[in-house]
């Protein structure tokens, strides 16, 4: 979708006298298609916020790999609500929670974990 929008304004512009500077100008609008960010927002199961730590860092590929790698490298601990630059990941700080998402972008719901110790 966001490249559709990109790829609307960028043919419009070939005749930028008649459809942008014209009484198309809307044509605009279809670069908000492409202006999402991407943060990550976490709620509990009745959908209340819900701030948990969470770890910020640097993607790493971790495909064919055995075990329980780590998916991030040189990381920072933050509270969400984050907003995740290109190429960063977050993954959960404590085990108190469990996400129900395997993905931890955009807005994620959160289950206590019944098996976490304090």
Partial sequence: VAV???LTVLV???DVRNIILGKSHYV???L???MQPRMLVTFDEE???LPVSVRVGQAVDVVGQAGKPKTITGFQTHTTP???AHGERAELATEEH???TPILEGFVI???NPNYDV
């Fill in 32 to 34: 908000v298609a492409a």
């Fill in 28 to 30: 605009l609008y279809g």
């Fill in 82 to 84: 984050v907003l995740l």
């Fill in 47 to 49: 959908l209340r916020p």
């Fill in 98 to 100: 469990i996400p129900v």
């Fill in 4 to 6: 559709a929008g990109l």
């Fill in 12 to 14: 419009s512009f070939l």
């Fill in 110 to 112: 959160l289950r206590k």
